[in-house]
């Protein structure tokens, strides 16, 4: 999936400059550095917050645009000792955010493998860190979608003069397009899906 493919990315460019050796605890950001990166890859955690998660399309891009926004504002990079815990955490407050039936920070707690009052700390540094700044304009918003599947937007896109409204409901159509992929491929990935959270997952290092 593009979401993946552009995390992965991330990791290896922030890993690169780690040179393999953990971060630097100097900075508010270490809040999201484990001891050790989790055993679980970025696109299998990335499915288990699709598949048990069950947020909205609008929350999983919103999850992108606010790891990129932390990354600006707090000048960290992403690599794999904090890209599982700052996944959830974006994920967690894109789904508060964006829609309107959400879970718990327990459930959430459970489905990422962390300690509950541990995601809460993390959820209030990512606010502080971003200074609250959680709104996703829509011209940012289609120019993710369109990275993501940029053959399938392109083709959506509509001329400039039609309405706003329009442009929108292509745009989620997309992402709801691309997402239906994605549980399609994380279902033969995982197995037959159930609404049980394996209690294994642990990304407490």
Not at 171 to 192: T, Y
Request: proline share 4%; glycine share 6%.
């Amino acid at each position: 999936p593009g979401i993946a493919a552009l995390l992965h990315t991330m990791v290896c460019r922030g890993d690169a400059r780690l040179g393999g050796m953990p971060p630097a605890d100097d900075n508010d950001a270490v809040v999201f550095s484990g001891t050790e990166p989790p055993s679980m890859s970025v696109q299998d955690y990335i499915i288990r917050l699709f598949k048990y998660g069950l947020a909205s399309p609008e929350a999983y891009i919103h999850m992108v645009v606010y790891i990129g926004r932390w990354r600006e504002r707090t000048g960290q990079d992403l690599h794999s000792f904090n890209v599982h815990r700052l996944m959830l955490t974006v994920f967690v407050v894109a789904a508060k955010l964006r829609d309107d039936v959400y879970y718990s920070n327990a459930f959430y707690a459970e489905l990422g493998g962390v300690a509950q009052k541990e995601l809460s700390r993390m959820e209030r540094a990512f606010l502080t860190q971003c200074d609250f700044d959680l709104y996703v304009s829509a011209e940012e918003h289609a120019a993710l979608v369109d990275a993501l599947n940029r053959p399938l937007c392109a083709a959506l896109e509509p001329p400039a003069t039609r309405r706003k409204s329009l442009v929108m409901k292509k745009i989620k159509d997309c992402v709801a397009c691309q997402l239906r992929k994605f549980r399609k491929s994380s279902e033969q990935h995982s197995g037959s899906a159930s609404g049980h959270i394996d209690e294994s997952m642990d990304v407490t290092n």
